[in-house]
């Protein structure tokens, strides 16, 4: 079993939907997690950063974290074209250094 | 501000030819470095860290190896290129120490092919 498995989409949907992309992770000691975007033939970029349960915003964003599940969520709301992007969602373990291991990526296109 | 400098973006490459990947960080001090290659389609796989000055680890067995000559720079390198070397290499840091929560950014990456 991989240790965050995301689903790979393609997810497409139309401008100003509300989008929900989650991921799963397989340790239970993970605490911290993070949500980064990345277009096509640039490096990821960071959207969200959480340690803990429950929901972290910052604008559009929502973060979501459900440690009894083992569950990880990022939702979009009012999503807009240049929201097209591939998401990957990243656990963070330390171990002499900080070491992210990501899912997948689900990439996601905004209709207009 | 700290930014973040990868160069070449785009490399094409012969089998059997050696590799330099060069990555600098501006706008802070003693970060630590990561070096990671994204498959096509596929996530972001962690190859070496580096939490300071010639101290490099290796998360994979592989034909390339890394180092850092200055405490903002990190090099990827290899000897002989692989087919299997293909990808798309991202440099990362972070705000230093051994046991930093602090998260990461990247570069804009370099995309290798091999011929």
């Known amino acids: 079993q991989k240790e965050v498995e995301q689903d790979p989409g393609p997810l497409s949907v139309p401008e100003g939907a509300i989008v929900s992309l989650n991921c799963t992770y397989s340790?239970?000691?993970?605490?911290?997690f993070m949500w980064y975007r990345q277009y096509s033939r640039k490096g990821p970029e960071l959207l969200m950063y959480?340690?803990?349960?429950g929901n972290k915003e910052d604008g559009r964003f929502t973060a979501q974290v459900d440690k009894s599940s083992k569950y990880i969520s990022l939702f979009i709301r009012d999503s807009q074209p240049s929201d097209s992007a591939t998401y990957l969602c990243?656990?963070?373990?330390?171990?002499?250094?900080?070491?992210?291991?990501f899912g997948q990526g689900t990439r996601l296109t905004i209709n207009p | 501000s700290q930014t973040i400098h990868q160069w070449p973006a785009t490399l094409v490459q012969p089998v059997g030819s050696p590799l330099s990947l060069e990555c600098t960080v501006e706008?802070?001090?003693?970060?630590?470095l990561y070096w990671y290659r994204q498959a096509a389609g596929r996530g972001l796989q962690l190859l070496f860290y580096s939490i300071g000055i010639d101290q490099i680890s290796s998360e994979v067995p592989q034909n390339l190896s890394a180092s850092r000559p200055q405490d903002r720079q990190f090099i990827l390198s290899s000897k002989k290129l692989l087919l299997s070397d293909s990808g798309f290499y991202l440099c990362?840091?972070?705000?230093?120490?051994?046991?930093?929560?602090?998260?990461?950014?990247f570069g804009d990456g370099t995309r290798l092919s091999i011929l």
């Open positions: 706008g802070t001090s003693n970060p630590n």
């Open positions: 340790n239970s000691a993970f605490q911290y």
């Open positions: 990243a656990r963070v373990r330390i171990q002499g250094a900080q070491k992210l291991v």
């Open positions: 959480t340690y803990s349960s």
């Open positions: 990362a840091w972070s705000a230093g120490g051994s046991y930093s929560t602090q998260p990461q950014h």
